[in-house]
């Protein structure tokens, strides 16, 4: 038996797994009060980006565009950036953070969007807008490397490295949770009242599931605000819940303010949340209260009831960001699952140096194997072409023609998930979580049983 990590051996892309690194920057930037981002390339690199987030929380998200047209990929197009700041600063009274995110148009080109930082604070803010608070962030994140996972992760470092100042000692936990739904943090926050303990949550999204009210609709946006940012100085630890999704944000506060930092595990399943819990307990010093251990074994009980007789051996295949994909892998292994193959969609080639795949490299009893830079194509190949049996698949909704063409049970989960409803209201983390997801993928394979008329007359006598 063996865990076997390695990339992925063409050099093209066929079907990839997620998008690239603006797209992470810009999903860190809606979930901040009183931000617009201005993204500094064509309009392409907002309209999909927004499309995606549109499909997958089924709201609409502000977020602007250079505009760059093929004058300005030759002969450069800082002027659009002074234009577009000038522009969203006169249109949105109450914008206060611009980040603006460069791609890979522009960084090829070399426009310098950190000299235009300075250029604007001092003419433009200052003979236009003074007294008016504006913050201009740069953050690089060309598309020809990295993934939104890594701009996800960059522009978070961006924004709390701009805004973290020292101050007094706050009582507060900083909670980075990554690519996350509005469901898990509202789980999350859950948790931690729980426990007692005052937090703040980078990033703040649960009015990303925006209500429809009687004085009209309502542009969604996140809540973490300008003064949530400049206080995770003074924070008494940090919790990152994602190694690849927030890690180097927690890294930075510890070497730069002393921060305690705890980076992981992702807490999906029962075993990872109580390591969560622990660690904010280590942080804290707050016990860990009867009623959590209340939802502890009402989570065990409903997984009791499933693990032995329809999950054991049941063959997984998982893909998405990497943080998601091996918190997965390890819920699967603890419901007697066996997670064959866990595609991991881009370039980063610290994966195998990460402890959690050691552990899985060190602990697996069958074969695993473990696909770095991989696509989609690297599943169905080894569906259609090389005899992989497989009784799942756990991912999200761009690979459901996979599932659809050959027959296999899929579960949504991840981003984006646009073909199912409401999915985004629903955690993965936590006891919650651990049962909503178990019960779905067991669900899944009952409704499959059903159709293939495979011993679907257990579910009779169970």
Not at 125 to 136: D, F, I, P, S, T
Not at 301 to 313: E, G, K, P, S
Request: proline share 5%.
């Amino acid at each position: 038996m063996f865990c076997e990590v390695k990339p992925k051996e063409r050099a093209g892309v066929i079907n990839p797994i997620f998008t690239c690194q603006p797209c992470g920057a810009q999903y860190a930037s809606i979930g901040i009060k009183d931000c617009i981002g201005i993204v500094h390339g064509g309009q392409g690199c907002v309209m999909f980006v927004r499309l995606l987030f549109s499909q997958h929380f089924k709201e609409s998200f502000e977020i602007a565009s250079s505009s760059l047209h093929e004058d300005g990929a030759v002969f450069g197009a800082t002027h659009r950036v002074e234009e577009a700041i000038d522009v969203l600063l006169m249109r949105y009274p109450h914008v206060k953070v611009i980040p603006i995110i460069s791609t890979c148009s522009t960084e090829v080109i070399g426009d310098d969007i950190d000299g235009v930082v300075l250029k604007l604070n001092n003419e433009l803010l200052q003979e236009k807008y003074a007294g008016r608070e504006v913050h201009l962030i740069p953050v690089h994140t060309p598309s020809f490397k990295g993934s939104m996972v890594s701009g996800y992760d960059v522009a978070v470092k961006e924004f709390v490295s701009h805004f973290a100042k020292k101050n007094k000692p706050s009582g507060k936990l900083n909670l980075i949770t990554g690519w996350v739904n509005p469901g898990d943090v509202t789980e999350l926050k859950h948790l931690l009242a729980a426990m007692q303990v005052e937090s703040t949550v980078l990033f703040e999204i649960e009015n990303f599931d925006s209500p429809l009210m009687p004085d009209g609709n309502h542009v969604s946006h996140g809540d973490t605000t300008i003064a949530d940012l400049t206080g995770t100085a003074d924070a008494l630890g940090t919790i990152a819940l994602n190694r690849y999704e927030g890690g180097q944000t927690a890294t930075y506060l510890e070497k730069e303010f002393d921060i305690p930092a705890i980076i992981g595990p992702t807490p999906i399943g029962i075993r990872n949340t109580d390591t969560f819990l622990q660690n904010v307990k280590k942080l804290t010093g707050k016990p860990i209260p009867k009623s959590l251990v209340r939802e502890r074994g009402l989570a065990i009980d409903a997984l009791t009831d499933l693990v032995h007789m329809f999950f054991a051996d049941k063959k997984v295949a998982i893909y998405g960001n990497a943080d998601l994909v091996i918190g997965l892998a390890e819920f699967c292994i603890d419901l007697e699952m066996k997670p064959v193959l866990l595609l991991l969609g881009d370039d980063n080639t610290s994966y195998p140096d990460d402890p959690r795949i050691k552990a899985l490299q060190e602990n697996v009893d069958f074969n695993m194997e473990i696909i770095m830079n991989a696509d989609l194509w690297e599943l169905e190949n080894r569906i259609k072409n090389e005899g992989l049996e497989l009784d799942l698949i756990l991912g999200h909704s761009k690979g459901r023609f996979v599932s659809i063409d050959n027959n296999i049970p899929m579960v949504r989960v991840g981003f984006p998930t646009y073909d199912r409803a409401g999915l985004y209201r629903h955690p993965v983390v936590g006891y919650a979580g651990a049962t909503w997801l178990a019960e779905q993928m067991a669900n899944t394979l009952f409704t499959d049983m059903e159709y293939k008329k495979n011993k679907e007359w257990v579910l009779n006598v169970w």
